[in-house]
């Protein structure tokens, strides 16, 4: 599964200055060489499910605007699904009650089979399946044959992905992706004498590695593992290594919690167990770290970072992290008694039962053919355009995202670590179950979640047993389920959704403040 629980990050974007120094030529064997010089201006209509002030222009920037220098005839209206800055800045008409959501879904079938459908669509990895199975997109293996199309180097994390959630069928391409790896810090393996981690590792291997290299004590203890870069409570380590597990909450209509089993409690003794123990960070180590920086008159150049200042061994964090690990090699001599960490990366950890899949694996620029569209053949251009191999190569300058196509996979600023890991397994099996739909539909059932926040804070401070914790949360869960709310009357308002959960395009602020 595509966790889509993140919100993107951008780099500053540099392909409209790049297209206009490209050479007539070097267009055209991206496209074929064809010349539009004597054709009459089409139009193309592109569906985005995010549409904004400040999206649209990256859009352009990102993709369309090295098409339209090359074929100057071809004019682009992008259109949103829904309006980002109408969600962002809409009141709720009841108070307490979160703004009514859209349903991305319905928003995009609207204009792809209104009066004036869109032509080509750009959708997230969590519901590509959905329009696949409503028959809503070309299926493009068809156009690949007939034009041999080479997808033979695609990174088999995007390629197979996209495949698994089309029933071994390719109903889109996606020119570029973000991953997740295990970052893991050398030299404190080799100070404790154990060997460090390898691909397709699995989570109680990875466990028992940190249990291994974990020392010290106070402020200066160096921790096992930690399961996102920023330290988090424990509970949001429990639902990251549920997920990576692909357990569930509740049932495919949200109306039965499903936290009352053998597999739930082996992730809360787990969790509850590193922390326990002391193998992952606490919030109150972090309080000493700037009680220490505090006292010594300076600030913190790392933000929190304890990856970068060698207080974790291991660290599950996305690919764009290495351009952030090369900033702090790059201004190391500059940074008060810094030593810059010798690092590299493996996949992240895996299930015994399915070692070649896992991983935070992002492809929220997968672009489709609506099987309505009244250019399906411009349509098809475009997408061959962006996903051929003269735009993987300017592409792949980007430190943020990577390219699909592994020959100009290549690691970033020269640097040597082990980029595979970021390709090597497969995304999840994609879930059949709209999640978005029951959040959109029962708001309450965030309340229901936050019960679970409630029951492991006591499995941890050890008050109450993992089962019995479980056994309330099931029990409370349900009654909040079915519309027996615990914040008053109301039957379902809950609280609010938190930010980090909210699946949105990322605006050119974030984009600028990423960097």
């Excluded at 222009?57 to 369309?64: A, L, V």
């Excluded at 764009?320 to 590299?344: G, H, Q, R, T």
């Excluded at 609506?370 to 430190?399: E, H, V």
């Amino acid at each position: 599964m595509i966790n889509p629980s993140k919100q993107s990050r951008f780099s500053r974007w540099t392909m409209l200055g790049m297209s206009l120094t490209l050479t007539a030529g070097m267009l055209s064997a991206c496209s074929g060489g064809n010349d539009p010089s004597g054709a009459e201006t089409s139009v193309l209509r592109i569906g985005v499910l995010y549409g904004g002030s400040d999206n649209e222009p990256y859009f352009r920037q990102q993709y369309t605007d090295m098409f339209e220098f090359q074929y100057p005839n071809v004019a682009f209206e992008i259109v949103g699904a829904i309006n980002y800055d109408n969600q962002r800045f809409t009141q709720s008409s009841e108070p307490g009650k979160p703004a009514d959501q859209p349903d991305p879904y319905e928003e995009m079938k609207k204009l792809m089979e209104g009066q004036n459908p869109v032509d080509v669509v750009v959708i997230d990895y969590n519901l590509l399946r959905r329009f696949t199975q409503d028959n809503l997109l070309k299926p493009l293996d068809p156009l690949i044959a007939k034009d041999k199309f080479d997808l033979s180097d695609y990174v088999p994390t995007v390629i197979e992905g996209i495949k698994a959630a089309g029933d071994n069928s390719i109903y889109a391409l996606t020119p570029t992706f973000t991953s997740s790896a295990l970052y893991y810090n050398k030299k404190l393996f080799a100070d404790k004498g154990v060997e460090p981690p390898t691909d397709k590792m699995s989570w109680n291997d990875v466990f028992a590695k940190a249990r291994q290299v974990a020392n010290g004590e106070g402020v200066d203890r160096t921790f096992g593992f930690s399961f996102n870069r920023w330290n988090s409570d424990g509970f949001n380590d429990v639902q990251n290594y549920s997920t990576a597990l692909q357990l569930r909450t509740w049932d495919d209509k949200g109306e039965k919690m499903l936290v009352n089993s053998d597999q739930w409690a082996e992730v809360f003794d787990t969790v509850s167990g590193l922390y326990k123990e002391k193998i992952v960070p606490d919030q109150e180590f972090i309080n000493q770290m700037y009680e220490k920086i505090a006292q010594g008159g300076g600030n913190d150049p790392f933000y929190g970072d304890l990856f970068v200042q060698g207080k974790v061994a291991m660290m599950i964090s996305e690919s764009y992290y290495v351009s952030e690990l090369k900033k702090f090699s790059d201004n190391a001599a500059s940074i008060k008694d810094f030593e810059m960490v010798d690092w590299d990366v493996v996949t992240v950890p895996t299930h015994p039962t399915n070692v070649d899949s896992g991983g935070n694996i992002n492809l929220s620029q997968l672009m489709a053919i609506n099987t309505k569209a009244q250019n399906p053949d411009g349509a098809w251009d475009f997408i061959k355009f962006s996903n051929s191999r003269d735009w993987a190569k300017l592409k792949s300058r980007s430190n943020y995202e990577l390219v699909a196509r592994k020959e100009f996979l290549k690691p970033v600023g020269g640097m040597t670590y082990n980029i595979d890991a970021f390709t090597l397994l497969k995304p999840l099996p994609p879930s059949s179950v709209n999640e978005e739909a029951i959040y959109r539909e029962k708001p309450g059932i965030w309340e229901a979640r936050q019960i679970g926040y409630e029951m492991f804070q006591k499995v941890l401070d050890g008050t109450m047993e993992t089962k019995a914790a479980l056994a309330e949360w099931e029990t409370r869960g349900n009654a909040i389920l079915a519309g027996k709310s615990e914040m008053g009357e109301g039957g379902g308002v809950g609280i609010p959704r938190p930010l980090d959960d909210v699946k949105v395009e990322a605006t050119v602020e974030e984009a600028v403040v990423a960097e």
